[in-house]
């Protein structure tokens, strides 16, 4: 029967010869083999110690952004928990008061944002949502843990520190 | 029987027993490190420099484990099994001639526990004792798995048995003697059974290789078809004994080819050197350096060649060794009539 691809290849059963049925040879064959890989030079990376270098576009844990001045950039519009296809992140808005111009930018600031590092994805959605550049998932790898409550970062993990 | 003899013993058994202990427990670590080598990996490097303190990590972790005796299981077969092959293990090393003698405090000293002059056959029938730790082991599980490693174990032991006497007997021809210490003696400078004896020694390793439990002949213990094999119910330091019994055997069966077939203690120019206790001493470093080359080659191959089916293993023992064997016999009794060594 012809076969519908071209690309059927029959196979024969062949009997092995005498040097295959002894095995031997064989044997020595990968015996050598596996001396080779015994001397060869190992591509470890001994990570705790040593870390390789993260490509430019890898996304790590988040950080809230700060300005110029400081100030926390986050308005709290909520656009970032929006566009979260994980639902990771949680928020709450509050109204800034007299003299807390030099604590946050805009009126509007988010006095509790969580992120849950369980649910986040790292797909970076909320980096691009954010029309006010304050949040960039530029971080490390996400720590491992013990506890599940170890994974909701807060503002105290998640907000830059101020720069003097 | 005057008290600094029994002293001299006690003190040599348990430097052996010590030394034999130890290096099973390093063994343990090399094949780990090595099987990391071969795969271009690092092994185990954490615990300690170089990773140097993993048996000990391993013990402490064993022994604090939580131990389980299955309910339907026969409490006191269920341990024996374990303490057996433990025990056989470690008693063939009594036999083992691990340099020449010593002339300390104005005694002579012999390095070996017993000269009894059946010394070969004594490590065949602890070798055949061996078995019993997993054939009980095994059975005392009441689980279909492991009693099916150890019907493998019980059968893969006795065809490879076979062979690996009857290899043996050709060397026996040559030596004339059963005692491993004459055995040793023979060999004396590069005079060494092995270059006399290659298909003897090929068939004598292959079945070590059987008797030991190694890849590719480790069977009781494949995971793929049997879970754990004979040790699936075990735990804690009883599955530890198990798993440590394997390489006490390495080392013994390491220890035992190397003084049939690879001249023991001796090295070449050994005449050379006047000073007894110096020679002795060099010809034990040089026993104890044959005895990991073949721990290394044990390792080595495990980590190399693929496990043979369980017809393929029969075939091969009962169809291939055995012959082999007998036809060596009869090469080397011609060569004996022929050339009268
Ligand atoms: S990276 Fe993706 S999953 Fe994680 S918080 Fe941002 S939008 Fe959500
Ligand atoms: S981080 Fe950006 S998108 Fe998210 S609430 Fe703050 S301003 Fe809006």
Redesign the pocket.
């Known amino acids: 029967m012809n076969s519908l691809t071209n690309r059927k290849k029959v196979l024969e059963s062949k009997q092995m010869n005498f040097w295959e049925r002894i095995y031997l040879p064989a044997i020595i064959n990968g015996l050598s083999i596996t001396m080779k890989h015994f001397f060869k030079k190992r591509t470890t990376v001994y990570y705790p110690e040593e870390k390789r270098s993260f490509s430019e576009n890898f996304r790590g844990l988040h950080s809230?952004k700060r300005d110029e001045n400081g100030a926390e950039?986050?308005?709290?519009?909520?656009?970032?928990?929006l566009s979260c296809p994980a639902e990771a992140?949680t928020?709450t808005a509050a109204e800034r008061k007299p003299g807390e111009e030099h604590l946050y930018r805009e009126e509007k600031y988010?006095s509790v944002?969580e992120i849950n590092m369980l649910r986040c994805i790292f797909c970076g959605f909320?980096e691009e949502?954010?029309?006010?550049?304050?949040?960039y998932l530029d971080g490390d790898i996400a720590k491992a843990g013990y506890i599940r409550d170890e994974f909701i970062f807060g503002k105290d993990k998640l907000t830059e520190p101020v720069i003097k | 029987m005057d008290i600094a003899f029994i002293i001299e013993k006690l003190i040599l058994i348990s430097a052996i027993l010590g030394i034999s202990l130890v290096i099973a427990m390093y063994t343990t670590l090399a094949e780990r490190k090595f099987a990391g080598f071969f795969q271009d990996r690092v092994g185990p490097n954490r615990a300690g420099p170089w990773g140097l303190l993993q048996p000990l990590a391993d013990g402490v972790k064993l022994f604090t484990k939580e131990e389980i005796i299955p309910t339907h299981a026969s409490t006191f077969l269920f341990v024996l099994g374990p303490s057996l092959s433990m025990f056989t293990a470690c008693i063939t090393t009594a036999v083992i001639p691990w340099g020449q003698d010593l002339f300390l405090f104005g005694r002579q000293i012999s390095l070996q526990v017993a000269d009894i002059n059946v010394g070969v056959l004594y490590v065949f029938g602890v070798v055949s004792l061996g078995v019993y730790g997993v054939m009980i082991g095994g059975w005392a599980s009441n689980n279909k798995f492991s009693l099916l490693a150890a019907v493998r174990s019980a059968s893969q032991n006795i065809s490879y048995e076979i062979a690996m006497g009857l290899s043996i007997i050709a060397l026996l021809m040559m030596t004339g003697t059963l005692s491993l210490r004459e055995i040793s003696e023979q060999q004396s400078g590069m005079n060494w059974n092995v270059f006399y004896q290659p298909l003897g020694f090929l068939i004598f390793m292959i079945c070590s290789f059987a008797e030991t439990n190694r890849t590719p002949f480790d069977l009781p213990e494949c995971e793929t078809e049997l879970v754990g094999g004979h040790h699936t119910e075990y735990s804690s330091m009883k599955l530890g004994f198990y798993l440590f019994a394997e390489y006490i055997n390495m080392f013994v069966s390491s220890a035992i080819m190397a003084s049939l077939y690879f001249g023991g203690y001796n090295y070449p120019f050994m005449h050379l050197i006047s000073n007894p206790n110096i020679a002795a001493l060099i010809g034990v470093a040089v026993f104890f350096t044959k005895i990991l080359l073949f721990i290394f080659f044990f390792i080595w191959v495990r980590w190399t060649v693929p496990r043979f089916r369980y017809d393929q293993l029969m075939k091969l023992g009962w169809k291939v060794l055995i012959p082999l064997a007998i036809v060596n016999i009869a090469l080397t009794g011609t060569g004996i009539l022929i050339f009268g060594k």
Do not use: D, N, Q, S
């Open positions: 809230l950039r986050c308005t709290a519009c909520g656009l970032c928990a992140i928020m988010a944002y909320c949502a954010c029309p006010k550049a304050a949040i």
